[in-house]
């Protein structure tokens, strides 16, 4: 059974940091790609940064410089690290894990989603 389990999130106030983890079970981890996305009342999810099997890293331009993506393979997990938040970030942050088997075949995994609010 796959799953995705973050954690953090909560109540954060403007300017502040938050720190989320995704532990992952039941998949091959460092054959998937991470990504953390978020969906914010009447919005779109959106990505906001992702993390290849061998390290690279994206950020969307709404947080880059401000977000870090890492993982630690050997832990099965995936960090999103977020600093000068702003309310405009507040969204429930989800987890997600791709391994693309082929042309046509894709594993995609996603986690429940914990909320970060940003307010004072």
């Known amino acids: 059974q796959v799953q995705l389990v973050e954690s953090g999130g909560g109540l954060v106030q403007p300017g502040g940091s938050l720190r989320l983890s995704c532990l992952a079970s039941?998949?091959?981890?460092?054959?998937?790609?991470m990504g953390w996305y978020r969906q914010a009342p009447g919005k779109q999810r959106e990505l906001v940064a992702g993390?290849?099997?061998?390290?690279?890293?994206n950020y969307a331009s709404s947080v880059k410089g401000r977000a870090t993506i890492s993982r630690d393979n050997a832990k099965n997990t995936v960090y999103l690290q977020v600093n000068t938040l702003k309310p405009e970030d507040t969204a429930v942050y989800y987890c997600?894990?791709?391994?693309?088997?082929?042309?046509?075949?894709?594993?995609?995994?996603w986690g429940r989603g914990p909320q970060v609010t940003v307010a004072s």
């Open positions: 993390i290849s099997r061998g390290g690279i890293t």
């Open positions: 039941g998949i091959v981890f460092n054959m998937y790609d």
């Open positions: 997600n894990g791709k391994w693309r088997l082929s042309a046509s075949s894709v594993n995609d995994y």
